[in-house]
């Protein structure tokens, strides 16, 4: 089992930047691929982007690739979540999930989650 927790969010304006950590406990973290995910008020919670074990696979949603980057650091059981050029869209609690079968963009593949961090962005 792994617990999950984020951080980094906070208020920006349109076209700043913010970076998201994940950091996760147990010692088989490496094991597990990791995604994030994002709930806006009133929308369905989506997902935004997915690493795979090694950090050598990743999949990006349409609306954030080439603004967002994620990165693993395995030694220090954490995930990033680089976010450029922001949009008043981006808006959402971020999420991020671990599973340990496939890099996947379906939230229901994920078993664990953590409890979100909010991201506003101003306009």
């Known amino acids: 089992q792994v617990q999950l927790v984020e951080s980094g969010g906070g208020l920006v304006q349109a076209g700043g930047s913010l970076r998201l950590s994940c950091a996760a406990s147990?010692?088989?973290?490496?094991?597990?691929?990791m995604g994030w995910f994002r709930q806006a008020p009133g929308k369905e919670r989506e997902f935004v982007v997915a690493?795979?074990?090694?950090?050598?696979?990743?999949s990006y949603a349409d609306s954030v690739k080439d603004r967002f980057t994620i990165s693993r650091d395995n030694a220090r059981n954490t995930i990033y979540l680089q976010m450029n050029s922001l949009k008043p869209e981006d808006t959402a609690v971020y999420y991020c999930?671990?599973?340990?079968?496939?890099?996947?963009?379906?939230?229901?593949?994920?078993?664990?989650w953590g409890q979100g961090t909010q991201v506003t962005v101003s306009s």
């Open positions: 999930a671990a599973n340990l079968r496939v890099l996947t963009r379906t939230a229901s593949e994920y078993d664990y």
């Open positions: 690493i795979g074990w090694s950090g050598g696979s990743t």
């Open positions: 147990g010692r088989t973290f490496s094991r597990y691929v």
